[in-house]
């Protein structure tokens, strides 16, 4: 059966009704466009929506799960100041105690196959409190992650300060620049990489204060 | 004007009734099209297995002495003890089942994790929570550093008949353990045990947490 090309001339167009083409030579029928040229443009908007449809929401949760957790890294050279969180930081020194003392300043003996490791971090900011209620974490050159001041170093004794970014002072003008101690817990073998400072309203990024190899 | 058409409707008539049988069929196989779809929907559906089988947590078990890895902990089962008081800060705690104190080490892997979720559970899957009538820091309010192991005891209150029947399990999240990993031990608490402890009134004191020397 031969298919002929429907009459675009013809009023009322009687492709537009799925009927075959009573303008079309005896003996020969002709079939309305089909359903796909009838909707051509339908389908083809179709393609772009629904990748929209899919990509909108991957998208939403893509980004709710990259500001989930610190990703970005805002550094400087070693000892550098970093500018982050309406703030600018420095690690002053990094050092791991031989003598460990307790608040009353009694000596602590760790457990085996345990190391402190005593930051010491300065900070400069026209607003004291912005740093107010911050994460101090360490990374070892393996990616493990140590918290500042953790409960096990509080179980021998060691006093930890309320704040590890925020000025350890009840005055009323505080200061400009402060520093402040953090101390770490790690495996005897680890070896510091850096120190994170960690805003949660700042996530995904965070301060990387590189601590100089030895 | 409309004399020369009468041969053409004629025509349109008997071409109208061929495509109207051909539409019929079109139609038909439309209708097979959505019937055979439905059903290979309805046999896909039937086929998948259901949310709670897709999203089940993962189990790890191990044995008491054993380490079993939890994805961001390990944990190894040191012991089970038991009574019917439980000392606490604020005074004695009686119960009319049996308190279940399990004695584990715990270690962070990578970074540091707080364990959310603690239960015994039976082999009906009754799961029953540590308690919350004593202070047990060392769940939700404390860090696992890794690499820093600590021994901790976490207390549970049980029925008596039940004792004999319970596995311990561990998890980060205290209200999501879809698709994480659950760490499992069963304790080896025998029938006489358990009615030994139930008997015992000699008030429990849950071991301080610590950093095995």
Not at chain 1, 12 to 38: I, K, L
Not at chain 2, 65 to 70: C, E, L, N, W
Not at chain 2, 90 to 97: C, K, Y
Request: glycine share 8%; hydrophobic share 40%.
């Amino acid at each position: 059966m031969s298919m002929t090309t429907p009459d675009q001339t013809s009023s009322p167009d009687p492709m537009s009704t799925g009927y075959p083409n009573a303008a079309a030579p005896v003996g020969t029928t002709v079939y309305a466009d089909s359903w796909w040229r009838r909707n051509r443009w339908g389908v083809a908007a179709l393609v772009p929506a629904l990748a929209l449809a899919l990509a909108v929401p991957i998208h939403d949760a893509y980004t709710a799960y990259g500001k989930s957790a610190p990703r970005t890294p805002v550094t400087a050279e070693s000892g550098d100041w970093v500018t982050y969180d309406k703030s600018q930081m420095r690690l002053s020194t990094m050092t791991s105690p031989a003598r460990i003392e307790d608040s009353i300043g009694s000596p602590v003996t760790l457990p085996a196959g345990l190391r402190v490791w005593r930051a010491t971090i300065t900070f400069r900011s026209q607003d004291a409190d912005a740093l107010d209620g911050c994460d101090v974490m360490l990374t070892d050159t393996s990616g493990n992650s140590y918290d500042g001041n953790p409960d096990e170093l509080s179980d021998l004794g060691l006093d930890a300060p309320l704040s590890a970014c925020a000025p350890d002072t009840m005055s009323v003008k505080p200061p400009k620049q402060w520093s402040t101690v953090v101390e770490f817990l790690l495996p005897a073998g680890a070896k510091p990489a850096g120190i994170r400072v960690i805003s949660a309203d700042q996530l995904p990024r965070y301060a990387w204060l590189t601590i100089a190899s030895r | 004007m409309t004399a020369g058409l009468g041969p053409i409707r004629n025509h349109r008539r008997s071409v109208l009734s061929a495509f109207r049988g051909g539409r019929i069929v079109r139609r038909a196989g439309h209708a097979l099209a959505i019937v055979a779809t439905l059903a290979a929907g309805a046999a896909i559906t039937d086929r998948t297995p259901d949310a709670d089988t897709q999203q089940h947590p993962f189990i790890r078990s191990a044995t008491v002495g054993h380490a079993v890895d939890a994805r961001t902990f390990d944990v190894t089962v040191l012991g089970v003890r038991g009574g019917a008081v439980l000392g606490g800060i604020s005074g004695s705690h009686d119960t009319s089942g049996v308190w279940v104190l399990v004695r584990m080490k715990l270690d962070a892997r990578t970074n540091p994790v707080s364990l959310g979720y603690a239960v015994l559970e039976d082999s009906d899957g009754r799961t029953y929570r540590a308690t919350g009538r004593v202070d047990q820091s060392i769940l939700g309010e404390r860090s696992l550093e890794p690499g820093v192991p600590v021994i901790a005891e976490i207390a549970f209150e049980v029925p008596t008949a039940l004792a004999q029947d319970m596995s311990l399990r561990l998890a980060v999240s205290p209200t999501d353990q879809r698709m994480d990993a659950v760490a499992q031990v069963r304790l080896p608490i025998t029938a006489g045990q358990a009615r030994q402890w139930h008997a015992d009134k000699n008030p429990l004191t849950l071991a301080a947490i610590s950093v095995p020397t």
